[in-house]
Nanobody, 121 residues
Framework: QAQVLESGGGSVQAGGSLRLSCEASAHTYTRACMGWFRRSPGAEREEVARIYSSAKAWTYYADSVKGRFTISRDNAKNTIYLQMDSLKPEDTGMYYC?????????????WGRGTQVTVSS
């Protein structure tokens, strides 16, 4: 079973930065991909970013965060990160690390418990 643990959330003013971390078990980390989702107040859960486990570490970003957020991975630590810059109040929400049990298909089927991000204007 996939195992992930998020950390790094907090409160920041608009324009500030935060970095989220997600440590995974070795088994989970080597699956097809990992990513970040968020659920903002009154909104559906949305995918924010993903990173593939291939050597090229391809990435995907939602249009709403492109150019402001950066997803990366540290293979030595079985950890992915989400660097969030130029934060906006609409980035407020619970952020979840996502994982997959598949080796090839990047189909998320497991999420962590989440870490809260609050951006004040």
């Amino acid at each position: 079973q996939a195992q992930v643990l998020e950390s790094g959330g907090g409160s920041v003013q608009a324009g500030g930065s935060l970095r989220l971390s997600c440590e995974a078990s070795a088994h989970t980390y080597t699956r097809a991909c990992m990513g970040w989702f968020r659920r903002s107040p009154g909104a559906e859960r949305e995918e924010v970013a993903r990173i593939y486990s291939s050597a090229k570490a391809w990435t995907y970003y939602a249009d709403s965060v492109k150019g402001r957020f950066t997803i990366s991975r540290d293979n030595a630590k079985n950890t992915i990160y989400l660097q969030m810059d130029s934060l906006k109040p609409e980035d407020t929400g619970m952020y979840y690390c996502a994982a997959t049990s598949y080796d090839v298909d990047c189909e998320f089927n497991f999420w962590g418990r989440g870490t809260q991000v609050t951006v004040s204007s």
